[in-house]
């Protein structure tokens, strides 16, 4: 072999090293690529999950907020109707108690007040046997209403006459003093 054909070998072999290391080179660059390709995605991918879960847990915040806010109204809404309930108690009991101041002054309409209450209360207890409580300055009212009360209340229970005993040795408190009196104390 010459000096051209050995040169011509070796360049021959020079070409061939340098096409594998090119081959090579172009192998390890699309790996690379791959690699960063899917190292960016996995990458992008974890941004988008903690992004979301960022945005799960304000929304949640956010929604108990609103819970809290709505809860705080509807409890203030619920205090406001139950001040205004209130309101219309107190009124309607310190009509009743100015009601029952005039009913007082009249001795027959007190007394039609009292059979009323306890046809009212035997009515509600349906008992055959009521031991019944009264102011003592009510006491002598009481008896005169009595029978009539009874009447009555067996016309409308359709059941036979209690056995109604008025309690004489525990009496209903009287009231404090007499602006507060609800009925004669003669």
């Excluded at 050995?6 to 192998?27: C, D, N, P, W």
Aim: proline share 3%.
């Amino acid at each position: 072999m010459n000096d051209a054909d050995v040169g011509k070998q070796i360049q021959q072999m020079v070409r061939f090293i340098l096409q594998e290391a090119e081959e090579k080179a172009s192998e390890i660059s699309v790996a690379a690529e791959e690699e960063f390709n899917i190292e960016k995605l996995q990458l992008v991918e974890s941004e988008k999950r903690r992004i979301r879960q960022d945005y799960e847990r304000k929304e949640k915040q956010v929604n108990v907020g609103r819970k809290i806010e709505y809860s705080t109204q509807l409890n203030a809404a619920r205090i406001k109707v139950l001040h205004a309930q209130d309101v219309v108690v107190v009124e309607m009991k310190e009509d009743a108690g100015k009601g029952l101041l005039r009913v007082t002054k009249d001795v027959n309409a007190y007394r039609k007040v009292l059979r009323g209450l306890i046809v009212q209360s035997l009515l509600r207890l349906r008992e055959p046997s009521v031991v019944l409580r009264c102011r003592e300055a009510d006491r002598g009212h009481v008896e005169l209403v009595l029978d009539a009360a009874k009447k009555e209340y067996a016309e409308k229970a359709k059941v036979n006459l209690p056995r109604i005993l008025i309690d004489g040795r525990v009496y209903l408190p009287p009231l404090k003093n007499a602006r507060d009196a609800h009925g004669p104390s003669w």
